[in-house]
């Protein structure tokens, strides 16, 4: 019977009524775990979903293009090619209705109320890996893997790599325009992403990125984006002047050759030129620029595939200039997402740590009791609280919890001296319960971090110090020691000139740039 555009219409506008009912009524139920409140929020996206598709189905039809709706309402009023006539289209219609009624004589009226009410028990299925234990935590394992390996990242552990990965701007500038850096964002930024649409399907993030694109372009355009702020020209461009190699302090190619193949290399790829051939060969092709602009230079000079810094007079634009925004945009995007997933990295960097502190049995236990939970659809928790009143444990002493969810024995808390509490400043403050805690302390990822801060290794020389002075007043005197047997090579190494004279580094380097050797 609903054959005609406007019964398809009426039907459209009566479902997105419905629906808009539905989801107020959901929204009005608190969610009684985390799980049932990810569940209500996917069902309340599904139903947003057919709404918006069932609205642009009503604007085509009111668009009426084809101007099936505007034939249709004419039809009604019994407008024909022979004139109007009222009466034959109201017993057309009549005949119609009876003879759908005579085919289908034990048709019934079904309540659209309850078929719709089912939408509200339904459990969409939603795809979680076992290291996210239900959208709790982030699995960033891969990613892990691909930033200790790269040349921009440094071999870290994976709980500090937590702290590090929402903190692109520390990155060296010249390390993220390579192709591995910009690989590694996007497959950052996408699981970031995806893992979001699931956990929060009600945020619209097409409309936060549109917004972080509009300030990101007036940020860029002034040269305040974090970690590409503008250095003696264009935001983003790395600079490509001699900054690294000051020519003017070098009067000839033998002196340049000094600086070493490393840093001519460098400075060479900063211009556009070959960096092979030997040390002397770099000297003399770099040596070519103090007094040839490098616009002028041979086009032999350049690498393969690099652009003189101008043709015809007009500047032509780089290619690293785009590739710097499209990066400083993935950034952008990638610091907006650690910010909306802070809760959730926190939680992340929290279960991580728990992880290290349990054996191999405890972490098998813990994990046969996620999947029974999981099973019978009950609020996975990775604390051992619960959110209900009901189940709160009877624990008067504040005792530590076991690996169960039970506090543990008070023999067993007097035995390790969990009562006693060691602060750690290089730590940041950080407390630690008992001796043995504060003794495995000194080797995990927390103090390591935080010796490193300091510019200090973290040797046996510093077990047992907690205090940055200390810290560094020991570093010092190690410093100091260890001074009197270093070997100097500016004061101790010899050199000799043509005419015999022994002179040590530093003074032979002084007179040779001063022409008296």
């Given at each position: ?5 406007l019964?398809v ?17 959901d929204?009005q ?8 409140r990810?569940?209500?929020s ?11 598709t069932?609205?642009?189905?009503l604007?085509?039809?009111?668009e009426?293009?084809?101007?099936a709706?505007k034939d ?8 024909t ?6 009466f034959?289209?109201?017993y ?6 009876r003879e ?5 004589p034990a048709?019934?009226?079904?309540d ?7 939408l509200?028990?339904?459990e969409?299925?939603i795809e979680?890996?076992g290291?996210?234990?239900?959208g709790?935590y982030?699995d960033?394992?891969?990613l892990?893997?691909e930033?200790?390996?790269?040349k921009f990242?440094?071999p870290?552990?994976y709980?500090?790599?937590l702290?590090?990965f929402?903190e692109?701007?520390?990155i060296?500038r010249k390390?993220?325009?390579?192709r ?6 996007e ?7 995806y ?5 929060e ?10 917004k972080?694109?509009t300030?990101?372009?007036e940020?860029?355009?002034n040269?305040?984006v974090?970690?590409?702020e503008?250095?003696?020209g264009?935001n983003?461009?790395?600079p ?9 302090y070098y ?9 070493g193949?490393?840093?001519l290399?460098?400075?060479?790829g900063a ?15 770099l ?19 690099s652009?003189r810094p101008e ?8 290619k690293e200039a ?6 400083a ?5 990638l ?5 909306l ?7 992340t960097?929290?279960?991580?740590e728990k ?7 405890e972490?098998e ?6 999947e029974t939970?999981l099973?019978?659809c009950e609020?996975v928790?990775a604390d051992?609280?619960?959110?209900d009143d ?11 919890m ?6 543990i024995p008070?023999w ?10 060691f ?5 940041g ?9 504060f ?11 935080g010796?490193?801060c ?7 020389n510093?077990?047992?110090?907690t ?5 560094k007043?020991?570093?010092e ?6 001074g009197l ?6 004061l ?5 000139d ?5 002179y ?6 002084d007179?040779?740039?001063?022409g008296?050797?």
């Open positions: 019977m609903s054959s005609t555009l019964e219409t009426r039907a459209s506008h009566e479902e997105i009524e419905r629906l808009e009912r539905l989801i107020v009524k929204m139920n608190e969610p009684a775990s985390s799980k049932d990810l569940f209500q996917h069902r309340v996206r599904d139903m947003i979903d057919t709404i918006t069932t609205t642009e189905k604007i085509d039809i009111y009426d293009k084809d101007s709706r249709e309402i004419a039809a009604l009023g019994g407008q090619a022979t004139g109007t006539n009222v034959s289209a109201f057309d219609r009549l005949k119609e209705i759908y009624h005579r085919k289908h048709a019934r009226v079904v659209a109320n309850e078929e719709y009410e089912e509200l028990k339904e969409p299925r979680f890996r290291e996210e234990a239900f709790r982030l960033l394992h891969e892990y893997n930033y200790i390996n790269s990242g440094e870290i552990e709980s500090a790599y702290d590090v929402s692109p701007h520390k060296p390390s993220k325009l390579t591995q850096y910009r690989e590694y964002l497959n950052l930024l996408e699981y970031l992403i893992f979001f649409g699931r956990t399907p009600l945020q619209d993030l097409d409309r936060i990125f549109s972080l694109s300030d990101f372009e940020r860029w355009s040269g305040m974090e970690g590409w503008n250095d003696n264009e983003g461009n790395v490509t002047q001699l900054a690294v190699i000051d020519l003017d009067s000839t190619v033998e002196e340049l050759m000094e600086v193949p490393e840093m290399k460098e400075a060479l211009l556009g030129l070959k960096t092979g051939g030997t040390v002397q060969q770099r000297s003399e092709r040596f070519l620029t103090k007094h040839t602009p490098v616009e002028q230079l041979d086009r032999k000079h350049f690498a393969k595939g652009h043709q015809n007079g007009a500047p032509v634009a780089p785009d590739n710097s925004k499209e990066i945009l993935l950034e952008a995007k610091r907006k997402m650690c910010e997933l802070h809760e959730t990295i926190v939680r960097k929290e279960n991580v992880k290290q502190a349990l054996t191999y049995e972490m236990a813990e994990r046969e009791e996620l939970k099973f019978f609020e928790q051992t609280e619960s959110d009901e189940q709160q444990i009877y624990n008067p002493l504040k005792l530590p076991g690996w169960d969810g039970k506090p008070y067993l808390y007097k035995l390790h001296g969990l009562g006693q509490e602060k750690c400043e290089i730590c403050n950080h407390s630690y319960w008992g001796r043995r805690a003794e495995r302390h000194f080797k995990e990822w927390r103090h390591q971090h010796m490193r300091l510019g200090i290794p973290n040797t046996k510093f077990n047992e110090i205090s940055i002075k200390e810290a007043i020991l570093w005197r190690i410093q100091e020691r260890q047997n270093k070997w100097r090579p500016d101790e190494e010899e050199y000799e043509k005419e015999g004279n022994i040590n580094k530093k003074t032979y380097t007179l040779q740039r001063q008296l050797i």
